[in-house]
């Protein structure tokens, strides 16, 4: 699939706070800015790729996007991830003939959902998780405990990864959090679960984005400087019935995965959109691509490795914990920041310089159950 299929459209939605919009509406304004952006309309998608929480999923959005010529749908959910997984199938579809213009679609809101149990009474890991309180902070928090723990780990290294995406926001006009903040300030927000503070936490907001994977073929017909898709990979990881560790994510295998298919390594990668739902995840996520070594990403972030002019920049638009995360899930989000930066089209501030590639990657779920998903993507004049 290497070098088959390539980005040529990307959007994302400038808003943050959209309590006049429904979520299929967020889902067509960003198909019509990632067309726009490609110079194509609807006529000209054939493939369709979405989460399947809202209605029918993709079935439901078609008809309401106005997409009238399809011949491929997906409505894969991981969570967070979906959206990587779904770059990596619209990739492979592409690169099969299955379909020609894949589109790729977020659409999220937050206002007036009401948080009940995480889990529905009818998952089969409820009655041994939901009874007990067992939350997504919870979770990741005692995820946080393990690692410093086993690998000492500190408060002063997870809060290096929240000021950096803080400082990087700050240059980004649709963040929705653009102060910067400083180690000290975030170190001495409220705890909320032992040892995660306030600010060792993602922002939650309305919003989306969009993507268009298409062929290497038709996009040298457009005017716009395209994006390959190099490499993909996904996987789960679960509880291993009781014997859990939480010392690490899927991304031990989705990451080499896709560095494997797009013939790359870690040290190759000029710039990393890293999910980054909390802190932790972020430390553990890089350990687990191979960007430093297992327990050594505390280290790693607090030697200003992950800021603008570092080893390896991470989310240059302030990421998950500053700029958008979009329903609880910002995988659309790491897409989009990784196009930008390839193209040369990030805040002049945080622009990567000479960016041949870059890697961005999506968790969805907990720590201790979750499906990660990894793409490498190249310049397309590169």
């Known amino acids: 699939m290497s070098g088959k299929a390539v980005i040529i459209g990307a959007y994302e939605h400038p808003g943050r706070d959209l309590p006049d919009r429904s979520a299929a509406q967020i889902h067509a304004e960003v198909a019509s800015g990632a067309l726009a952006d490609a110079g194509l309309g609807r006529q000209d998608v054939d493939g369709y790729f979405c989460n399947g929480q809202l209605g029918f999923g993709a079935i439901s959005l078609a008809e309401y996007i106005g997409l009238k010529n399809l011949r491929y749908t997906d409505s894969t959910f991981t969570g967070g991830s979906s959206y990587l997984c779904h770059v ?9 003939g299955k379909c020609r213009i894949a589109l790729v679609t977020q659409g999220a809101r937050v206002r007036g959902i009401v948080r009940g149990p995480k889990l529905p009474p009818d998952t089969p890991e409820y009655p041994f998780e939901a009874p007990y309180g067992e939350t997504n902070i919870g979770i990741y928090a005692l995820a946080a405990q393990r690692h410093m723990h086993e690998y000492g780990t500190t408060s002063r290294q997870l809060a290096e990864v929240k000021a950096a995406a803080a400082f990087h926001a700050q240059y980004n006009p649709n963040a929705l959090l653009r ?3 400083t180690v000290d300030e975030v170190l001495a927000s409220p705890l909320v679960a032992d040892p995660l503070h306030r600010l060792d936490c993602c922002v939650v907001t309305d919003g989306g984005g969009a993507v268009i994977v298409t062929t290497p073929e038709i996009a040298a017909g457009l005017k716009r400087l395209s994006v390959k898709v190099l490499g993909h990979g996904e996987a789960i990881k679960h509880t291993m019935s009781g014997r859990v560790d939480m010392t690490y994510t899927a991304a031990v295998w989705s990451g080499p995965a896709a560095f494997k298919e797009a013939s790359v390594t870690p040290s190759d990668i000029d710039y ?4 980054d739902s909390f802190t932790i995840t972020v430390l553990m996520t890089l350990e687990d691509l191979g960007f430093c070594k297992k327990g050594q990403g ?6 200003g490795a992950l800021r603008i002019g570092g080893r390896l920049p991470v989310n240059t638009d302030g990421g998950g914990l500053c700029n958008n995360h979009p329903g609880y899930q910002g995988g659309m989000v790491k897409i989009i920041e990784a196009v930008r930066q390839l193209r040369g089209e990030a805040q002049p501030e945080v622009q990567v310089k000479n960016c041949e590639l870059a890697l961005a990657h999506g968790t969805g779920g907990g720590i201790s159950r979750l499906c990660s998903a990894t793409l490498v993507l190249g310049r397309g004049d590169a």
């Open 179 to 181: 102060k910067p903040v």
């Open 272 to 275: 990393a959109s890293i999910y």
């Open 298 to 303: 505390g280290a790693f972030a607090a030697d």
């Open 88 to 96: 990596g199938h619209a990739a492979l579809a592409v690169a099969s």
